[in-house]
């Protein structure tokens, strides 16, 4: 049976991974975490996919320690988000973690669009920690 009680740990651990910060006010639980999804994916489909995480606060979204991430692009971010979501699902059910797992989470959220698959699909470094290149994801996505 799945125990939820570790959830934060698991994505905090992921993002910390990533270079990427995860702020508990967006990511404490499950519920807050696709509520947090869902509103990055709703900022860059407003916006577009181009649109840094300053922009994204200047616009209106609530979280004062994404102010680090200045000129990362949010599409990369929001796949970061998507990919330790899923990573800490899996550990949390205890199960194994593939991309069709995160994938298949991130439709179940309403947030599994074709440019989140690609992202994912281009950087397995996300939800896979055997990947060389993990903690050098978030240096790549400032422009």
Known sequence: MA???KFFDY???NMEALNLPAPKEMY???TLALGSVTALEMYI???GSKVTVRELLGA???ADKLVTLGAMQASYYLGA???SLGVATARCMGNGLTLSEIL???S???VNTARVAGHLARHPEIYDSRMPSRSNYAARAIA
């Open 3 to 5: 125990n939820f009680d």
């Open 11 to 13: 994505f905090r651990e």
């Open 28 to 30: 404490g639980n499950v």
């Open 45 to 47: 489909q407003k916006y």
């Open 60 to 62: 209106g979204l609530r």
């Open 81 to 83: 988000v998507i990919g």
């Open 104 to 106: 298949f989470s991130a």
């Open 108 to 110: 179940h959220a309403g």
